[in-house]
């Protein structure tokens, strides 16, 4: 007679809670250091200090995990609109900074080239449809309506100035140096958001548009 479980027993090795966590962490360090040439499951398998087989068992191939990790690696959050445009942005703008200096601003930066080398890869993707252009039109939008940003302020320009900042800013900074502009973080993040807004208010319009 075949045993018989109790109810709520559970079989076989328990599932590790934090699998999914382990495995995103290490295929964007592996990514972000290694690029796409050095990107394989066997190696995210050793920096996660998991077995290969169990990788294998969620994603088929090292495509579909690296997608899937950047995917879930790569978020800011975008549902910041509070009213107060320049509190918004200057949030905005502190999630891009610490992005841009750690292990996921490597792994954005290089898959920005790699979606362009390789887009057998990464796909086509539509910058127009991503949450934060998304947010980022809501946030200018709802500014225009209340009269915290003139009409025709364009959300495209506003979201090139933030990322282009914070980016160039991480990534010319020094790393010998980078202990000194984080504990000064505050007041750049002050000195861009306020720059930004001055600029985007003063901006000149020709034709009803904000160029």
């Not at 309506?145 to 282009?164: A, E, I, N, Q, Y």
């Not at 140096?177 to 001055?198: F, G, H, N, P, S």
């Amino acid at each position: 007679m075949a045993a018989t479980t109790g109810e709520g027993a559970q079989r076989g090795r328990p599932r590790d809670p934090d699998f999914e966590d382990r495995v995103y962490d290490a295929a964007v360090e592996v990514y972000g250091y290694a690029g796409l040439d050095g990107f394989s499951i066997g190696a995210v398998a050793r920096r996660a200090r998991v077995g290969k087989a169990s990788l294998y068992l969620r994603w088929p191939d090292r495509e579909t995990l690296l997608r899937e990790a950047l995917g879930a690696r790569i978020v800011l959050d975008t549902h910041i609109d509070t009213g107060d445009l320049r509190a918004d942005l200057r949030r905005l703008a502190q999630q891009m900074l610490e992005m841009f200096w750690s292990d996921i601003g490597l792994a954005f930066m290089r898959r920005v080239v790699d979606a362009t080398v390789h887009p057998e890869v990464f796909g086509s993707r539509h910058r127009e449809g991503s949450p934060t252009v998304l947010a980022a039109r809501r946030l200018v939008h709802n500014a225009v309506d209340r009269g915290d940003l003139p009409p025709g302020s364009s959300p495209t320009v506003l979201m090139d100035l933030l990322f282009g900042a914070t980016m160039m800013h991480a990534t010319v900074t020094p790393v010998s140096m980078r202990e000194k502009a984080r504990e000064r973080a505050d007041d750049y993040l002050d000195e861009l958001v306020d720059t930004i807004l001055a600029g985007m208010n003063r901006a000149t319009k020709y034709g009803g548009r904000v160029v």
